[in-house]
């Protein structure tokens, strides 16, 4: 492994990401007996038996399963690792809710994990505390990368040096998305990739909890005195910041609330609220509009639709402390104006408003709050100035598919 060195940045006071090539371990789908999409749908060799073992009524640890399963499935040539180190490139294919054809391209490398202290790495939003004890009991057994976390470069031009010299797999997912990857050989080219991703800090778009575990897990090894070797980096999807690469969601909230308590009476001091009728789902993209042209809320209760639009004066005292970018955001109108109304209020996240909303009309819920999406240029704006956003705010999609590469350590 490369290890993390700050020496070789030109500031050592202010140190920059090291992303850098790795030998990955991928399946030979001439071994499997079936191409990429049907291992997608096989039982045996399915990478959700790394990724989310199942406890079984026999002996033996399930995470230890994991790491049988891992290396049962190299030792019969399942899973072959590359002869050297390199970078893949990663493409997908969608259309987005609207319908138009998008598409989001990156590179999977190894990001070595930053010391404490270090600002390499931007978290992108606040996060909520976790238990992270599954994915730590995880890692230490297969001692592997089973699917990438996701970050976000602010490199220019980083996009034009991604298309891949070989094919290396493809596969369509249950929504129609195509996936693709590549690999990246040329010494030349993984330098220049690795300088452009190293020039510029790096913003944790998906994968907060499972890079504190990486670290929590690295740091473990040091303290026993164990080397850390593969364990300090992470596999990470690095993408571009840029309009093009991203198609940024949502992120809904459901509510629950105890009986007797009036969901539209505790909001009404701080917002002005347009009924916009009963439920039904032919409404909530006239909902979803209405929210913004009058940059307000989307509430759904039993009474039906409604908008919440902010009393100006409140909204901006209650987010004067904030980043323009942040307080722009439906989540941090939320987290500053209604949650502190709803202190009895249990909370769940979702990012299909028509779902949220039909979970409302069929009692699964006692309201949903619908918000609307951020874009690129306030993200970017936000990760410029280290600035984190709200606890679920965005939801970056479509994901990367586990099973494309794992990354032994």
Known sequence: MLCYNRSAFPNPEHPLPDFFAFAGLRYDCDAAGADLEALESQATYNAVRLLLPRDERRDGDRYARAADALAAWERAGVL???????LYSYRMQFRDLRGNPRHTRGVIGALALPEPGDTSVLPHERTMPKAKSDRLALLRATRANVDPIWGLSLAEGLTGRLEPETALGRCVDADGVVHE??????PARLDEIRTL??????????GHHRFETACTYRDERRAAGEPVDGAGAIMMLVVELAED?????????????????????RLADAFDLVDMGAYSAEAVGTVQARMAADHGLGLVDRGGFAIAIARPELRASALAGEHPAVAATDAAVVEALVSPRLPEAAWRYWHDADAVAALVDKG??????????VSVAQTRAAAVDRARMPQKTTFFTPKPRSGMVFRKF
């Not at 990857?181 to 040329?186: E, K, M, P, S, V």
């Not at 991703?197 to 998906?206: C, N, P, S, T």
């Open 80 to 86: 072959v690792a590359d002869p050297a180190p390199r």
């Open 181 to 186: 990857l590549g690999a990246i050989d040329d």
């Open 197 to 206: 991703v190293g020039g510029e800090h790096l913003v944790l778009a998906d």
């Open 245 to 265: 690469e991203l198609d940024i969601e949502p992120i809904h909230r459901l509510v629950d609330l105890p009986a007797g308590i009036d969901f539209r009476a």
């Open 364 to 373: 699964a819920a006692t309201a949903a709050i619908l918000c609307s999406a």
